[in-house]
């Protein structure tokens, strides 16, 4: 298709892997010979080759150049991914978590010479808690799925220093499945929850499973239709009453941040994702930080290590035995993801108390411009305002013969990243859009023009288009069925005499 | 702001194409007395430059480990990262792109990945790799909960020269589920292999032991690898210095069954022990129980060879509750950049500073055994090794840090009760190691022990 | 005669005497996509009705295949592994999952029959 001779398309150029570049013998660090001593290895000294490939510095930085090339990213454009939060990632962060007595401490240097990097941890902690309503906070968790992890953790040690486990935790359909996959690594089993026909948690039918043996409900609020959960004191008080706690999480915390607090809303703990709402950069998958906030009540299982103020500096607590508290165990290695912490921070200070709040309004408002803009053509899910983000469903694309994930490989051809698709499960081929509040004006029309070109066209009857789509990237679609019934996880030399 | 590109005209427009007055009207379902109407008591919003004074005033407090002799390991090493692999993970592409769920778009992570992958089975010795974990003891314990599934047992054997947080980690994970945690408990004058093989019996899920372990002795596992067949177990390895399969067997060769490893010494800064690397690789026959993300490779409808994720039914997006693990967001740029730097290193380089690492630390053992007071207790090490000091070593370190030298961890920094390991020091070299930082901490050593 | 029967699992059951051959139904694997995995039972593993047998992968989604009735398994479709596509060609036929001897055949009483079924995913879309 391509017709040239190297298969390159002007810019875009082929790249091998690197195993098939190799250069035996060279390398790309010089490395000065090791001293002529007797090493101490013992028997267990490698014998054999490992098989890594040699390049030389231009090689390398040519071969990573040239594979970015072929990802999309929020710097290239709109990332409509729905709770995923795809705002502008600053590069102050990146600057100020490279800062000399930040990016180079260990974190077993003596407390008394690293006592600016625990009050850095102490003054985002400050911020989260204030900004949330909590009062207290477990820094540790490396992700918004280990965050819930701890979140239910503490839930579940406060259960057990009162004698009552219970059993079973109430999880929404709706709900993003890493909740139920944390509720069962916690050792509870997991009920569904039914969405209403509003697109919330079905309150009626939450507070019938409501009983002694419930030990939390984890709802996420805004919900991952996109919607506010407004019973949420209704369900927070019933939960409470029935001797249980509620759990929060806190993904699509943008929509709200500055406006509303969680611990105003009877929430006992949310995890935040540092790497979603205090835009800290995606990275092709992590790393994220997911702290927890955490209420009165649960505060004193929060797990180690964690700082607390001792005279006029600061002190890690890293032994469950030196607690005044009873912190339920250790979620990671260390005290937490400190690099996220400073882009975070870098972040926080940036925005301030007023940038935040009109963060979270501007991105609301960016959803329900997109709303507003797409809903005569597009099928919007459910009525009235959402939140940061918008849910739609494939009703408008009914004897189109036009899937959801037609519809969104065609928009890649267009040159955006496609929304989230098929999540939430609680209605028919979803299609998620969170623009985020960092898309001006002139990009959110650019973009909700597309997709009406888009949804105009699956009705006018061009399904072949679709199919065929992406037809521009460099790769087509590819074959996902045969990748998992016959998978290649690694290179391997299949060359001739090897 | 900077950040926020919607100005207050188009607000009003966009707010009246919406249909509705003000903002507050979109907030409608939150209840009114949980609606704020002012912003949150916290200081308003910053330029940079305010920005840089705070975050560097926080860090003129600290002393970095660059700026001193510095030889501090237990678990993160300070290692030399080449300044075109930082450079790299900063292109956009890299660093502002999600997880690879649309491929014809991600090309560039997903091919990243699936050599990332390929470095990892090759360095471990092992048949498969996945994209990442969030760092070695979160692996250690996702390793742990593997092999309980795999064998369909329920008790685990650590042992004591595990890292502690690692087994700190490993126990908290399996807490509330019906697993048996034994903890062999620390002993750094035990046989550790020939102990735990021992401990091995018909239930039996794993044995998992650290090479090099927490006093940094090396050791052949395959004997213990054995007993733990013979029994139906599995035997997890934990590497936490990665450098180190550049001069050793891989766990792979001794008869591992599973490897989950801290990969944090490529690639990737100290950074007060976090963003880091997990890593996790096994055998093939065992790839369906394995947590975290895969990168796999296929072919697209004109035939050309590209890269999906896959096997993703093990996985919480679809498996929910059954799932082989919780984990979403992992470490993918820990991950990119420990891969960077390895394809830097390449073979020879890899293996080269393996040695140089091994090089550098016998000199300084030698040099510190030298020392009235001091008495290095290994026989076997890679970079990092125990002294034993003939005073409580936690006061000597600092006395050494208010010198401007951060001379290694006590081992009363993981375990304050212990009374059999007050007096024991871990010290670690690297390629990094000068010989006048090993002349700083010999001298420095004699004045504190005298 | 062979007798055939449907669950609302979306399994099939082709009786003969006290042993079921059992898999999932044409409708079932359309709904799954392309199959990529089996995960089956050991022969001689015994099952309540309504226990969970087996398991099949698809790309995008994975689900039990639950015991139909109470018994013991007889044999394997060990085939499937090899080539899990076949459940998608030939789901009620060479896609057969496992043969389980019966304890208790009045269960047969409990599922659908061939008319029962059509009605019952006729419901369903």
Redesign the interface.
């Given at each position: 298709?391509s017709g040239t001779f190297t298969g390159n398309q002007g810019l875009r150029i082929e790249?091998p892997?690197?195993?098939e570049l190799d250069s035996?013998?060279?390398?790309?660090?010089d490395?000065?010979e090791?001293?002529?001593?007797?090493?101490?290895?013992?028997?267990?000294?490698?014998?054999?080759?490992?098989?890594?490939?040699?390049?030389t510095?231009p090689e390398?930085?040519r071969?990573?150049?040239r594979?970015?090339?072929?990802?999309?990213?929020?710097?290239?454009g709109l990332?409509p991914?729905g709770s995923?939060t795809?705002?502008?990632?600053?590069r102050?962060n990146?600057?100020?978590?490279?800062?000399?007595?930040?990016?180079?401490?260990?974190?077993?240097?003596?407390q008394?010479?690293?006592?600016?990097?625990l009050?850095?941890m102490d003054?985002c902690a400050e911020?989260l808690t204030?900004?949330t309503g909590m009062p207290g906070i477990a820094l540790s968790p490396?992700?918004?799925?280990?965050g819930?992890?701890c979140g239910l953790?503490t839930i579940?040690a406060a259960l057990e220093d009162r004698g009552d486990a219970r059993e079973r935790v109430l999880v929404p359909e709706s709900a993003?499945?890493?909740n139920?996959?944390?509720?069962?690594?916690?050792?509870?089993k997991?009920e569904s929850i039914p969405a209403d026909d509003r697109g919330r948690v079905d309150v009626a039918a939450m507070i019938d499973r409501l009983d002694d043996k419930v030990a939390a409900i984890m709802i996420t609020n805004p919900n991952t239709c996109g919607?506010?959960e407004?019973y949420?004191?209704r369900i927070a008080d019933a939960v409470h009453d029935a001797g249980g706690f509620v759990y929060c999480d806190g993904a699509n915390f943008n929509a709200?941040v500055?406006?509303?607090?969680p611990g105003?809303?009877g929430i006992d703990s949310m995890h935040l994702?540092l790497?979603k709402t205090f835009?800290t950069?995606?990275?092709?998958?992590?790393?994220?930080?997911g702290p927890v906030v955490l209420s009165e009540a649960l505060a004193p299982f929060a797990?180690v290590p964690y700082v607390v103020r001792d005279g006029d500096g600061f002190r890690l607590v890293?032994?469950i035995?030196?607690s005044d508290n009873k912190p339920?165990?250790?979620?990671?290695?260390?005290?937490?993801?400190?690099?996220?912490f400073?882009r975070a921070?870098?972040y926080?200070?940036?925005?301030?108390?007023?940038?935040?709040?009109?963060?979270s309004?501007?991105a609301?408002?960016?959803a329900?411009?997109l709303?507003?803009?797409l809903e005569d053509l597009l099928s919007v899910s459910f009525d009235?305002?959402c939140?940061h983000e918008v849910l739609f469903d494939d009703r408008f694309l009914k004897d189109t013969d036009v899937t959801t994930l037609d519809f969104?490989?065609a928009m890649?051809d267009e040159g955006f990243?496609?929304m989230t698709m098929?999540?939430p499960l609680v209605v028919h081929g979803a299609l998620l859009m969170e623009p985020t509040?960092?898309?001006?004006?002139a990009?959110l029309d650019q973009y909700a023009d597309m997709v009406r070109s888009l949804a105009e066209r699956a009705k006018a009857g061009e399904a072949e288009m679709f199919k065929e789509a992406?037809k521009l990237?460099?790769?087509?679609?590819?074959?996902?069925?045969?990748?998992?019934?016959n998978?290649?996880?690694?290179?391997a030399d299949r060359s001739e005499g090897s | 702001?900077?950040?926020?590109?919607?100005t207050d005209a188009?607000?009003q427009?966009?707010?009246a194409?919406?249909?509705?007055a003000a903002?507050e009207?979109?907030?409608?379902?939150?209840?009114a007395?949980?609606?704020?109407d002012a912003?949150?008591?916290?200081?308003?919003?910053?330029?940079?430059w305010?920005?840089?004074r705070?975050?560097?005033?926080?860090?003129?407090?600290?002393?970095?480990?660059?700026?001193v002799p510095?030889f501090?390991g237990?678990?993160?090493y300070?290692h030399?990262i080449?300044a075109?692999a930082?450079h790299?993970?900063?292109?956009?592409?890299?660093?502002?792109?999600?997880?690879?769920?649309?491929?014809?778009?991600?090309?560039?992570?997903l091919?990243?990945l699936?050599?990332f992958?390929?470095?990892v089975?090759?360095?471990t010795g092992m048949?498969?790799?996945n994209?990442?974990l969030?760092?070695?003891?979160?692996a250690c314990a996702e390793a742990a909960m593997m092999a309980c599934r795999v064998t369909k047992r329920s008790k685990m054997i650590l042992s004591g020269g595990l890292?502690p947080?690692?087994i700190?980690?490993t126990?908290?994970?399996a807490?509330?589920?019906?697993l048996n945690v034994i903890n062999a408990g620390v002993d750094p004058n035990r046989d550790e292999p020939a102990h735990l093989a021992g401990l091995v019996d018909e239930e039996t899920a794993c044995v998992i032991i650290q090479?090099p372990d927490l006093f940094g002795r090396?050791?052949?596992?395959s004997a213990l690898a054995d007993a733990c067949h013979e029994a139906g177990a599995l035997l997890v390895v934990i590497v936490n210095e990665i450098v180190s399969?550049?001069?050793?067997?891989?766990p792979g060769?001794?008869g591992a069954d599973i490897v989950a490893a801290?990969g944090q010494s490529l690639g990737n800064?100290?950074?007060?022990?976090?963003?880091?690397l997990g890593l996790l690789a096994t055998k093939e026959k065992f790839?369906r129980q394995m947590p975290g993300?895969?990168?796999?490779?296929?072919?697209?409808?004109?035939g050309?060879r590209?890269?999906?994720l896959?096997?993703s039914?093990r996985?919480?997006?679809?498996?929910?509750?059954?799932?082989t693990?919780?984990?979403?967001?992992?470490?993918?740029?820990?991950?990119?950049a420990f891969s960077?730097h390895?394809?830097?290193?390449?073979?020879?380089?890899?293996?080269?500073?393996a040695?140089?690492n091994?090089?550098?630390?016998?000199?300084l053992?030698d040099k510190l055994d030298a020392i009235s007071g001091v008495e290095v207790i290994?026989?076997?090490?890679?970079n990092e090794f125990t002294v034993r000091l003939s005073k409580p070593a936690e006061p000597v370190?600092?006395t050494l840090?208010?010198n401007r030298i951060?001379g290694g961890?006590p081992l009363s920094?993981f375990y304050?009760?212990n009374d059999a390991v007050t007096d024991l020091c871990l010290v670690t070299a690297t390629?990094l190691t000068r010989e006048e930082d090993m002349d700083a901490l010999s001298s420095a050593l004699s004045e504190a022990l005298a | 005669m062979a007798e055939v029967k449907f669950t609302d699992q979306h399994e099939w059951l082709l009786i003969d005497g006290d042993v079921a051959k059992v898999g999932i139904t044409d409708y079932a694997q359309e709904q799954l996509g392309?199959v990529?995995?089996v995960e089956l039972p050991q022969p001689g593993t015994e099952f309540n009705q309504g226990d969970e047998a087996a398991v099949v992968?698809s790309?995008?989604a994975a689900a039990e295949v639950y015991a139909p009735v109470t018994g013991e398994i007889v044999e394997a479709n060990n085939g499937l592994e090899d080539d899990?596509?076949v459940i998608n060609s030939d789901a009620q036929g060479e896609g057969w999952f496992f043969t389980i001897k019966m304890s208790d055949a009045g269960e047969l009483e409990t599922l659908m029959d061939e008319a029962g079924y059509k009605d019952f995913i006729a419901g369903l879309d």
């Amino acid at each position: 298709m391509s017709g040239t001779f190297t298969g390159n398309q002007g810019l875009r150029i082929e790249e091998p892997l690197i195993f098939e570049l190799d250069s035996p013998g060279q390398s790309a660090v010089d490395l000065p010979e090791p001293p002529a001593v007797e090493n101490r290895l013992g028997a267990a000294e490698r014998t054999e080759p490992i098989g890594l490939p040699g390049l030389t510095e231009p090689e390398v930085v040519r071969h990573y150049l040239r594979i970015s090339q072929k990802n999309y990213a929020i710097d290239a454009g709109l990332y409509p991914l729905g709770s995923c939060t795809m705002k502008h990632n600053p590069r102050l962060n990146e600057k100020m978590a490279r800062h000399a007595g930040l990016a180079d401490l260990h974190p077993l240097q003596p407390q008394s010479t690293v006592q600016g990097a625990l009050e850095l941890m102490d003054f985002c902690a400050e911020w989260l808690t204030t900004l949330t309503g909590m009062p207290g906070i477990a820094l540790s968790p490396a992700a918004g799925a280990h965050g819930e992890l701890c979140g239910l953790m503490t839930i579940r040690a406060a259960l057990e220093d009162r004698g009552d486990a219970r059993e079973r935790v109430l999880v929404p359909e709706s709900a993003h499945g890493t909740n139920p996959a944390s509720a069962h690594m916690c050792g509870y089993k997991v009920e569904s929850i039914p969405a209403d026909d509003r697109g919330r948690v079905d309150v009626a039918a939450m507070i019938d499973r409501l009983d002694d043996k419930v030990a939390a409900i984890m709802i996420t609020n805004p919900n991952t239709c996109g919607l506010f959960e407004n019973y949420i004191v209704r369900i927070a008080d019933a939960v409470h009453d029935a001797g249980g706690f509620v759990y929060c999480d806190g993904a699509n915390f943008n929509a709200i941040v500055g406006r509303v607090r969680p611990g105003d809303l009877g929430i006992d703990s949310m995890h935040l994702n540092l790497h979603k709402t205090f835009s800290t950069p995606h990275g092709g998958g992590g790393p994220g930080s997911g702290p927890v906030v955490l209420s009165e009540a649960l505060a004193p299982f929060a797990p180690v290590p964690y700082v607390v103020r001792d005279g006029d500096g600061f002190r890690l607590v890293e032994h469950i035995g030196d607690s005044d508290n009873k912190p339920y165990g250790r979620m990671k290695g260390f005290h937490g993801q400190f690099g996220v912490f400073v882009r975070a921070l870098s972040y926080m200070l940036s925005m301030g108390s007023d940038g935040l709040r009109q963060a979270s309004s501007d991105a609301v408002l960016n959803a329900n411009y997109l709303k507003s803009r797409l809903e005569d053509l597009l099928s919007v899910s459910f009525d009235g305002p959402c939140m940061h983000e918008v849910l739609f469903d494939d009703r408008f694309l009914k004897d189109t013969d036009v899937t959801t994930l037609d519809f969104a490989k065609a928009m890649i051809d267009e040159g955006f990243h496609p929304m989230t698709m098929y999540f939430p499960l609680v209605v028919h081929g979803a299609l998620l859009m969170e623009p985020t509040e960092t898309e001006s004006k002139a990009a959110l029309d650019q973009y909700a023009d597309m997709v009406r070109s888009l949804a105009e066209r699956a009705k006018a009857g061009e399904a072949e288009m679709f199919k065929e789509a992406p037809k521009l990237t460099p790769r087509r679609r590819l074959d996902e069925t045969s990748a998992a019934r016959n998978p290649v996880l690694r290179w391997a030399d299949r060359s001739e005499g090897s | 702001m900077r950040y926020l590109p919607l100005t207050d005209a188009d607000r009003q427009a966009m707010l009246a194409e919406i249909g509705v007055a003000a903002i507050e009207d979109l907030y409608k379902d939150v209840p009114a007395d949980a609606l704020l109407d002012a912003p949150v008591d916290l200081p308003s919003h910053k330029g940079e430059w305010e920005v840089e004074r705070i975050i560097g005033d926080l860090a003129a407090k600290n002393l970095g480990a660059s700026s001193v002799p510095s030889f501090i390991g237990a678990g993160n090493y300070r290692h030399h990262i080449p300044a075109s692999a930082d450079h790299l993970i900063q292109r956009s592409e890299f660093l502002t792109s999600y997880t690879p769920y649309q491929p014809e778009v991600s090309q560039g992570t997903l091919q990243a990945l699936f050599e990332f992958q390929t470095q990892v089975s090759l360095i471990t010795g092992m048949e498969v790799a996945n994209a990442s974990l969030y760092d070695g003891a979160t692996a250690c314990a996702e390793a742990a909960m593997m092999a309980c599934r795999v064998t369909k047992r329920s008790k685990m054997i650590l042992s004591g020269g595990l890292h502690p947080h690692y087994i700190d980690v490993t126990a908290t994970n399996a807490k509330y589920l019906d697993l048996n945690v034994i903890n062999a408990g620390v002993d750094p004058n035990r046989d550790e292999p020939a102990h735990l093989a021992g401990l091995v019996d018909e239930e039996t899920a794993c044995v998992i032991i650290q090479n090099p372990d927490l006093f940094g002795r090396v050791r052949d596992l395959s004997a213990l690898a054995d007993a733990c067949h013979e029994a139906g177990a599995l035997l997890v390895v934990i590497v936490n210095e990665i450098v180190s399969l550049g001069a050793l067997k891989s766990p792979g060769e001794m008869g591992a069954d599973i490897v989950a490893a801290e990969g944090q010494s490529l690639g990737n800064g100290l950074s007060f022990g976090g963003p880091h690397l997990g890593l996790l690789a096994t055998k093939e026959k065992f790839l369906r129980q394995m947590p975290g993300r895969l990168a796999g490779e296929t072919t697209d409808v004109d035939g050309k060879r590209g890269w999906v994720l896959t096997l993703s039914t093990r996985e919480q997006h679809i498996r929910r509750e059954k799932a082989t693990s919780n984990i979403c967001t992992n470490s993918g740029l820990c991950a990119l950049a420990f891969s960077i730097h390895l394809a830097l290193l390449g073979e020879t380089g890899f293996t080269k500073l393996a040695r140089l690492n091994n090089a550098n630390a016998v000199l300084l053992a030698d040099k510190l055994d030298a020392i009235s007071g001091v008495e290095v207790i290994n026989d076997t090490f890679f970079n990092e090794f125990t002294v034993r000091l003939s005073k409580p070593a936690e006061p000597v370190i600092e006395t050494l840090a208010a010198n401007r030298i951060l001379g290694g961890v006590p081992l009363s920094r993981f375990y304050p009760k212990n009374d059999a390991v007050t007096d024991l020091c871990l010290v670690t070299a690297t390629e990094l190691t000068r010989e006048e930082d090993m002349d700083a901490l010999s001298s420095a050593l004699s004045e504190a022990l005298a | 005669m062979a007798e055939v029967k449907f669950t609302d699992q979306h399994e099939w059951l082709l009786i003969d005497g006290d042993v079921a051959k059992v898999g999932i139904t044409d409708y079932a694997q359309e709904q799954l996509g392309d199959v990529v995995f089996v995960e089956l039972p050991q022969p001689g593993t015994e099952f309540n009705q309504g226990d969970e047998a087996a398991v099949v992968e698809s790309v995008k989604a994975a689900a039990e295949v639950y015991a139909p009735v109470t018994g013991e398994i007889v044999e394997a479709n060990n085939g499937l592994e090899d080539d899990p596509a076949v459940i998608n060609s030939d789901a009620q036929g060479e896609g057969w999952f496992f043969t389980i001897k019966m304890s208790d055949a009045g269960e047969l009483e409990t599922l659908m029959d061939e008319a029962g079924y059509k009605d019952f995913i006729a419901g369903l879309d």
